[in-house]
């Protein structure tokens, strides 16, 4: 029996995405923020949420605009991913300084960052009070993907050629290499099953 040590209540799930979220309804009050607290809620309709502390630049002006955009980060964005996170918007202009790239989204007021790979564009439906972080939760008004990484052939989007990175406890990494996709372990059995029926 392998031993466990108990700790106390934590926010230890890991690894996490590292996403940058752009915000912003107009070229002076666009901004950037980092988040780790982001994830996938509901499938149908497609919903994201991000959860930011109300001291956070980011976070009037998404209250405000009720709008806000994922953008998936890569090895190459690494860099900025973490400025953006450490920086705040009131003292810098992050894409200034960070040479990103806003673009205008197709369906909410904040802008895209070019660069990134995959921008997820959302539209706040609601808001939750949870304690130090406050909850974001949006329906995904439209995505964005990067047409270079889009298999000519197939339509299907190559996610590890855009070299994805992700957060765990202070710290980056990249994503690793496939070890099998959703279903493998019954598919395996079905074709072990089939040979023996054989």
């Known amino acids: 029996m ?3 040590a108990l700790w106390k209540p934590g926010t ?4 996490l ?31 994201c949420s991000i959860s930011i502390r109300p001291e956070r630049h980011s976070y009037g002006i998404i209250s405000a605009h009720k709008a806000f955009v994922i953008n ?40 895209i960052i070019e660069e990134s790979p995959v921008n997820i564009e959302c539209t706040v439906t609601d808001m939750m009070k949870l304690g130090t972080h406050h909850m974001f939760i ?12 889009i298999n000519p052939k197939t339509g299907v989007f190559r996610f590890h050629d855009t070299a994805p990175i992700c957060f765990s406890h202070g710290r980056y990494y990249e994503v690793g290499k496939l070890i099998g996709q959703f279903g493998f372990s019954v598919r395996k059995k079905g074709k072990t099953e089939r040979r023996r029926k054989g």
Do not use: H
Request: with cysteine; net charge positive.
């Open 72 to 111: 998936l980060t890569t090895r190459a964005l690494a860099f900025a991913a973490d400025w953006c996170g450490v920086k705040s918007g009131r003292d810098v202009d992050k894409f200034k300084e960070m040479k990103l790239t806003p673009r205008t989204a197709s369906a909410v007021t904040a802008p």
């Open 17 to 47: 995405p590292a996403v940058m979220v752009s915000v912003g309804a107009r070229r002076e009050e666009y901004n950037i923020i980092t988040v780790a607290w982001a994830g996938t809620i509901c499938s149908d309709p497609p919903m």
């Open 2 to 4: 392998r031993s466990k």
């Open 138 to 149: 949006a329906k995904v008004a439209a995505v964005q993907v990067d047409s270079a990484c």
């Open 12 to 15: 230890l799930l890991y690894p």
